[in-house]
């Protein structure tokens, strides 16, 4: 028993998180570029980042040391549309290049089209609040899928709406800082024109066949026992839309099933926006950290172990989330992001972060089990290839396999890189030991 054969082991990243040169060969400002003060933890920045844009022939060479079969990386909106309905040729270029360095090393790519870092000039057009937004991620699709499809399968429209929509808008948190509710109606369903003019011009567009899916931020409650009554309850909760505009079925039913959602009693998708945007897609992404505490209970449950960021661990919650995800969608499951951030030190040029390893066995012994239960799991992307910006945390929690030294861009293996590279060689023989 064990993981399928060919199952897609990989590492993710994002552009505005690694790739620095800011303004580099034509780029504009993101909204991530012109963060107000104050609003970043010791207000660094991501101007440098890993200064992967440089260094991508390097890291491509450590993605090949690591033995990842699948690749996930996004690409910088602001590189391509510097202004209105310009492309900017360079910044194409730029992921032309590292896509034929990950084919020469035998890495499958697979592209996010957009993870958080709208141009600013886009932001200042009314960002996620204007329906224009739309007729600009169909300029900018077209242009990427032009130049990448012909080497490019995978494709994800977008990276957790529920964070770049809601944390921007709604609670402040993240660029552009805004803080409000009202705008929650409207911006869901800008997003969801958006990711549907998104996905029929991939299609439209694309020269060889391509795989398109959406990497939605989902969690499942974890039952209290396996009992029928409990695994029932615990998949109630998992898609009530009591749990608001952060509960999986918020963006999951309308852009899924093209079903309506309602919540707090006021907030609506209609029925129309979900008519109008439904386009099927061939797989779902989950990024997936911790379970979802059951709001249903007075009690106030304590976490048994959480990380520096204050979200639970907890393996069993990946098992759930995938059983209940499938069983209700019906369609194969990738991984995009799993992970675990820690405040990791190098001590004679190595890292021992034991923690991270223990992480990983716990939630990839659970995917093993959802795998075995026969549930089409075809991938597992670990969140983070290397340390990184960690947008308005700064670059304290680190996430990497690798680590980072931010003062020299040197890069070096943690003990978990070691044991990952273990994991891919022998698909998963190595996560029960
Ligand atoms: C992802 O977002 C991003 O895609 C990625 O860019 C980022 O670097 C990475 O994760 C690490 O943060 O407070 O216990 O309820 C993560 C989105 C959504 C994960 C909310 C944690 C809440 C946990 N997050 N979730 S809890």
Not at 5 to 20: C, M, P, R, Y
Not at 87 to 100: A, M, P, Q, R, T
Request: hydrophobic share 35%; aromatic share 16%.
């Amino acid at each position: 028993m064990s993981f399928p054969k060919n199952f897609l082991w990989g590492v993710s990243t994002s552009a505005t998180q690694i790739e620095g040169a800011y303004d580099e060969d034509g780029k504009c400002l993101s909204i991530w570029d012109c963060v107000p003060k104050g609003k970043v933890k010791n207000n660094e920045d991501a101007k440098v980042a890993c200064d992967h844009y440089h260094l991508y022939k390097k890291d491509v060479a450590l993605l090949k040391e690591l033995g990842v079969k699948v690749y996930r990386f996004s690409i910088a909106m602001s590189r391509i549309m510097p202004l209105n309905e310009e492309v900017n040729e360079k910044g194409l270029e730029f992921y032309s290049k590292l896509v034929d360095e990950l084919l020469a090393n035998g890495i499958t790519p697979m592209v996010t089209l957009y993870h958080w870092d709208l141009p600013f000039w886009l932001e200042e057009n009314g960002g996620w609040r204007s329906k224009s937004i739309v007729k600009y991620f169909e300029i900018y699709t077209r242009a990427v899928v032009e130049k990448l499809s012909d080497r490019v399968q995978y494709w994800l429209s977008f990276n957790e709406p529920a964070c770049f929509l809601f944390n921007g808008y709604v609670q402040g948190e993240h660029a552009p800082f805004i803080k409000n509710p009202l705008l929650i109606s409207k911006i869901s369903r800008n997003f969801f024109y958006a990711n549907a003019a998104v996905i029929r011009t991939i299609r439209k567009y694309a020269k060889t066949k391509p795989e398109v899916g959406l990497s939605f931020n989902c969690s499942a409650m974890v039952p209290l026992s396996e009992s029928k009554e409990d695994i029932e309850k615990a998949r109630k909760v998992t898609f009530e839309s009591k749990g608001g505009i952060l509960a999986n079925t918020w963006f999951l039913d309308p852009v899924l099933k093209k079903n309506t959602v309602k919540v707090y009693g006021i907030y609506k998708v209609t029925q129309k926006t979900c008519d109008e945007c439904y386009e099927p897609l061939d797989f779902i992404a989950l990024n997936n950290y911790s379970p979802f505490a059951d709001y249903t209970s007075k009690e106030k449950k304590e976490y048994e172990r959480s990380n520096m960021l204050g979200w639970e661990n907890n393996g069993k919650g990946l098992y759930w989330l995938v059983r209940f995800i499938y069983e209700r969608y019906k369609l194969p499951i990738f991984i995009s992001e799993n992970g675990l951030p820690l405040d990791d030190k190098l001590v004679d040029k190595k890292v021992h972060d034991e923690e991270r390893i223990r992480y990983l066995k716990d939630y990839l012994s659970n995917l093993e089990r959802a795998c075995d239960e026969n549930i089409p799991v075809f991938g597992y992307s670990y969140w983070s290839f290397m340390d990184n910006f960690e947008w308005a945390e700064g670059y304290k929690p680190r996430f990497g396999l690798i680590y980072v030294n931010f003062e020299n861009q040197e890069r070096i293996f943690k003990d978990s890189a070691y044991f990952y590279k273990e994991v891919i060689a022998t698909n998963g023989k190595n996560i029960k030991e």
